[in-house]
Nanobody, 118 residues
Framework: QVQLVESGGGLVQAGGSLRLSCAASGRAFSRYNMGWFRQAPGKEREKVATINWSGSYTYYADSVKGRFTISRDNAKNTVYLQMNSLKPEDTALYYC???????????WGQGTQVTVSS
């Protein structure tokens, strides 16, 4: 069992930055691929960024490429999402998720709200 706790969300003006953190419990964190997802009101959940277990491979949605950076620190059981040049359309509830290798992203956090004002 893995528990994920996100933090770092908040209200920021357009053009600003935020860094989200996701702290994971359990010893298996370093074996999991991790991802950040977001969901805005009335919209489907969107995969924002993913990182493999070692940090050697990352994926970004086209909508955030060049502005967001995903990283991880396996010694701290934490994955990060650095968000720069934020836009109002980035406003959403952001979730981190863990892929244990069985059925895709099978562990999810509660989410942290990001609101970008224009």
């Amino acid at each position: 069992q893995v528990q994920l706790v996100e933090s770092g969300g908040g209200l920021v003006q357009a053009g600003g930055s935020l860094r989200l953190s996701c702290a994971a419990s359990g010893r298996a964190f370093s074996r999991y691929n991790m991802g950040w997802f977001r969901q805005a009101p009335g919209k489907e959940r969107e995969k924002v960024a993913t990182i493999n277990w070692s940090g050697s491979y990352t994926y970004y949605a086209d909508s955030v490429k060049g502005r967001f950076t995903i990283s991880r620190d396996n010694a701290k059981n934490t994955v990060y999402l650095q968000m720069n040049s934020l836009k109002p359309e980035d406003t959403a509830l952001y979730y981190c998720a863990a892929d244990s290798g069985s059925v895709g992203y099978d562990y999810w956090g509660q989410g942290t709200q990001v609101t970008v004002s224009s």
